[in-house]
Every structure is written in C-alpha cells, then in structure tokens.
C-alpha cells in the first residue's frame, strides 16, 4: 500500500540531492526513505533497472528535474496532477470550449442533494395545501422526484406559485450541495484543468426548470458576461453543468456552440425580463458566432463541462417533468472571481490545506464573514 501511495509521482516527497549537512554522518530515515521512493518510482517508470543504477547521480538528477518539472506543470494549471481527465479530454475540452462526461458521478454524489430537495417539495406541497393553494387529494406523494413538482404545480390555483414561493432562489447552500460541488470526481477533474488550488466559486445555482416557464429559458450567453469581465477576464472558470435528472431536447437541456469560446468576450445586449425576475443577459443573433450548436442531452451521472466565454443556452421546457440541474464552477484560488462581493470557499487546497472548507457552515461563514446572509444578500448592520 505504501509502495503504490509513494509511487504516485505528484505525492513524491521533495528529495535533496544530499541530505543537508549529511556529509560523513549517517543519513537521516527520512532521507532514506525519500531515496527509496525516489528508487521505486524510476523503477516503475522504467529508468533504472537495478538499485545500484540509481547511485549514478544522473538518475538522481533526473529524477529531482521530473519533480520540479511536474511541480512547475501543476503551479502552472496545465499539469494533469489526476488521471481524472485524458489528455485527449482536455484537448478536446481547450479545442471545443465544452465536454459532455458521461457517467462521471455516483449516486452518491447527487442522492444527498437530491433528497433534500424531495423533502422541499413535500414541505412546499403541503404548505400549498394550507394555504388552500391545492387540494389536499392532490399531493402526488408517490410521484418520482422529476414529477412530483410539475404534476402538484398543475393542480395548484396559480400554477407558477410553488416555484415561485419555494423554489425560484437558485442558490441554495445545504449539505447536499456542498457535497455535490466538493464530489472527489469534480474536484479531480477541475485539479487537472487548473491545478490543485481550487475555489468553489461564487457563482453557481440549482435550476428546477419547470414546464412551460418561459423566463427559465436562458439565451444564448457567455459566463464571463455575468461577472465583472474587467476583474475576471483572464480566469479560466471551469462550470459544470450537472442534470440531476435526465436533460433531454424536449424537457430543456442546454446548447452550446463549439469553439466559440475562442471569440472573446461577445455584445449581450438582450435582456430578457419577466415580471418578478432580474432578467437573462443575452447575446443578439447578429453577433452569435457562425457554427453548428450541439444539443447536450445528458442523464443523472453525467456532466457537461463549459469554461466561461463558451457561448450556451437552454431551451425551453416542454415536457411535463421538471428538469432539475446544478450548475457548479470553479476557479484557481487568488485569482478574480469577478464576483468579489461574494466569497466562495476552498474546495481543495495542497498549500493550505487548514482553509479547505469542511462543510456547508464554513462556506455560510464565509459568507457572513463578507456581511452576507446565506443567500449572498447583504446581512442588516
Ligand atoms: O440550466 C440552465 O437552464 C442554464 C444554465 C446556464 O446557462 C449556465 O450554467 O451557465
């Protein structure tokens, strides 16, 4: 065990050439024990064949080089420091601005969320049936969870009321969401995109897309137009974008336009407003890049990947289900989010490891701690 935890070349310990101040003492057990790491390691990578092979210093030389060189990739963001991602993934991912990962995430990863959210609905149903919204009979509790939502919303008075009441603030911090956005399979995707300092970033949401709610469409945009571009432009901001049911062409799934991300930041001069709704941005027809736009139709388990100037949207609901999904971004910890009113919290931190966030309280308390209440609204002095 301890054999294959050291052979993993990122978690390699530093190794001196020479033990300081070792010259005619015995070597200290550290220093062994780094030598033997550093002996197992060219031995698997098949420089050497034989220990003694390793007492010519080139060896060691080389093997302290491929060290700082891997170290040097990570600062540097272009180091896969996982296997979480191919290199032809990543290629793909910096060539087309998006990747669709299919089967990505355990059940594990979204049952908590998910659950929590069942919970919501019944919590919300029942309070419409106080409220003389809805008929007591009609509270579908044996409904699956893509359901249960829409089919009690079309027996409410208002039909919009249930989201309206309960579910159209999209961010909702809770243990099911830090546990989503801080899920081993994201972060270690995002390590080998940007490196192993990552923040949760400050911008993400839950979307129950419900049927027929048009100002849940959201046009044709680029991440980056929703921050501070003149603070955030020269972040890679990675999104992923995670169905926590299946998204699929008739119940609203997202559009992206592959390369586009490589046009700069484009006009978005729509603004789409509904009455009780800050409005989408959007970009006008005029100004879309040229190209195909790919569909992404995508199950719970999946991802879609985007990085923040990949022009997307997502199309309109027309099934009778609600398409639940979780947006979730991250960007390498120190640089401008371009939401600096708004903290985030340390997902993942090999410098740090004291400031990783431990659960969804340290990421409410980062937030209090910038005068903000858990939904990012400034806190009453
Ligand atoms: O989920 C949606 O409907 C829109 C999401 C989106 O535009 C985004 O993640 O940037």
Redesign the pocket.
Known sequence: MLLTYFTRKQELPELPLKPPGSRGKRSSAPYRFGIYCAKTYLWKTNRITTCSQFESSRYQEEFVTDMAATRQKEADGNGSASAALTAQQIRKFKQDGYLIIRNMLPHAALQPLIGELEQKVDNAIHEAVRQRQLDAADTFAAAPFANRLALASDACKDRRWLWQTFFSRGKPISAGMFALRTTPALLDATEALIGPEILAHPQF?L?P?MPDLDL???PW?Q?LAYLIPAEAGETLVV?F?IPLVAATAQN?C?QVIPGSHLKGLLEHDILIKTKGHRGSKGIPDAALPTGDFVTCEVDAGDVLL?MERMV???IPNRSNTVRW?V?TRYSRIGLPTGRSRVPGFVARSRKHPARIARSHLDWIQNLADAGLDRWGQALPN
């Open positions: 949401a979307r897309k849940l469409d959201i945009h991440d999104n974008w609203g997202m985007t997307h949207r997502s999904s947006d």
